[in-house]
């Protein structure tokens, strides 16, 4: 059976965010990782070569059952990708209406500005979604 491609990495996060080539972004990456290991009290670890992850849980799927992390972040050029906090499959979080302008993906939040959106909400949606988790 083959396995995720994305994986745990032991590659340096502060490394990974410092060499983000858009200074906004960078910044920005810095923002989320202090934030998101803040509420979930874990290190920040690399998943893959761009995703920076925070505890994982068990998963199964068509690859078998795998580990996952539980919330996380990648600082795209495009947008901030942001994991863990949406599920197209379930119902929305209703702060999710709050935090500002942002899109969605099946898994994802699309954010193309952090300082655009409440980062108050953001913190307790990562909060909501780590204990729905954890407890």
Excluded at 41 to 55: D, E, H, R, Y
Excluded at 101 to 129: F, M, N, Q
Aim: charged letters at 25%.
């Amino acid at each position: 059976m083959a396995e995720p491609k994305t994986r745990p990495t032991d590659r340096d996060v502060t490394e990974f965010l410092d060499a983000v080539a858009h200074p906004r972004r960078r910044a920005e990456g810095h923002v989320l990782r202090e934030l998101m290991e803040r509420v979930t009290q874990q290190p920040a670890v690399m998943w893959g070569p761009t995703m920076v992850g925070f505890g994982s849980t068990s998963h199964t799927n068509t690859l078998g059952t795998n580990n996952w992390f539980d919330v996380g972040f990648s600082p795209r050029t495009p947008a901030l990708t942001i994991y863990g906090i949406h599920n197209a499959y379930e119902p929305d979080n209703p702060l999710l209406a709050e935090l500002g302008p942002h899109t969605t993906g099946k898994s994802c939040v699309y954010v193309k500005r952090l300082d655009a959106i409440d980062l108050e909400v953001l913190e307790r949606l990562v909060g909501d979604a780590w204990r729905a988790l954890h407890g």
